[in-house]
């Protein structure tokens, strides 16, 4: 997972300054790090913290962060450093985000099976925000008006999920809904917020499932093979 070098800096001599930058800059890139800030305004919000200057860089993880710190090509940058500046300067582990993307797909899928298979609307309560934002054009708003849609369809409801993709707070899922009391089966792409462990927000793309005989292209909406 990445590693940020996050530097609280305080210039001395503007010349050595402009040489320390020049070479500690090439030594980040060497080391396949990259400034997110640099030198930009700094303002507090909280506190008594008041830098002069923040510098914030990114690296692949926190052993090229260090290899860096400890390279042949930083030292020649800390030879003007004493005359250039003084600073605090920290390294911190950032998030895993395949890991956390993981979670949020996992958190999905099972709140869509406690709220849509086991119908188990006490367990899914932990799932939804008591806030949650709902776009969809077929559900009352809030999470009383999923749950309330749920309640009233058949025991025969039966919701199945393909495929998952995640980025950030989001969630893309396509499943296939069946049972409902319709002629023909939904497939939807549900899209939902992730916020602090619980879904905030959806919004949905539902299209009526084509049997072979109304499918143009052939194949099926969902899936390997045509429902029956």
């Given at each position: 997972?990445?590693?940020?070098?996050?530097?609280?800096?305080?210039?001395?001599?503007?010349?050595?300054?402009?040489?320390?930058?020049?070479?500690?800059?090439?030594?980040?890139?060497?080391?396949?790090?990259?400034?997110?800030?640099r030198?930009?305004?700094?303002?507090?919000?909280?506190?008594?913290?008041?830098?002069?200057?923040?510098?914030?860089?990114?690296?692949p993880?926190?052993?090229?962060?260090?290899?860096?710190?400890?390279?042949?090509?930083?030292?020649?940058?800390?030879?003007?450093?004493d005359?250039?500046?003084?600073?605090?300067?920290?390294?911190?582990?950032?998030?895993?985000?395949?890991?956390?993307?993981e979670?949020?797909?996992?958190?999905?899928?099972?709140?869509?099976?406690?709220?849509?298979?086991?119908?188990?609307?006490?367990?899914?309560?932990?799932?939804?925000?008591?806030?949650?934002?709902?776009h969809?054009?077929?559900?009352?708003?809030?999470?009383?008006?999923?749950?309330?849609?749920?309640?009233?369809?058949?025991?025969?409801?039966?919701?199945?999920?393909?495929t998952?993709?995640?980025?950030?707070?989001?969630?893309?899922?396509?499943?296939?809904?069946?049972?409902?009391?319709?002629?023909?089966?939904?497939?939807?792409?549900?899209?939902?917020?992730?916020?602090?462990?619980?879904?905030?927000?959806?919004?949905?793309?539902?299209?009526d499932?084509?049997?072979?005989?109304?499918?143009?292209?052939?194949?099926?909406?969902?899936?390997d093979?045509?429902?029956?």
């Amino acid at each position: 997972m990445a590693a940020y070098l996050i530097s609280d800096i305080t210039v001395h001599d503007r010349t050595a300054f402009e040489v320390y930058r020049t070479r500690a800059a090439d030594a980040i890139r060497t080391y396949g790090g990259r400034y997110l800030a640099r030198l930009g305004e700094v303002q507090v919000l909280e506190g008594s913290w008041n830098p002069d200057m923040i510098v914030i860089a990114e690296f692949p993880n926190l052993e090229q962060a260090r290899a860096w710190y400890r390279s042949p090509e930083y030292a020649f940058a800390l030879e003007v450093r004493d005359e250039a500046l003084s600073r605090k300067l920290i390294l911190v582990d950032g998030v895993n985000q395949q890991a956390e993307r993981e979670r949020n797909k996992a958190l999905v899928l099972q709140a869509f099976d406690t709220l849509f298979n086991k119908r188990d609307y006490a367990a899914a309560e932990r799932f939804w925000s008591p806030n949650y934002i709902q776009h969809s054009a077929h559900i009352a708003p809030g999470r009383e008006g999923l749950f309330d849609l749920v309640k009233s369809l058949p025991p025969t409801l039966k919701y199945e999920s393909g495929t998952i993709v995640a980025e950030g707070s989001y969630v893309i899922v396509h499943g296939r809904f069946s049972g409902f009391g319709q002629p023909v089966n939904w497939i939807a792409a549900d899209i939902v917020r992730i916020k602090d462990g619980v879904l905030v927000e959806h919004w949905d793309v539902i299209e009526d499932e084509a049997s072979r005989q109304e499918s143009k292209s052939g194949l099926p909406m969902f899936g390997d093979s045509f429902s029956k």
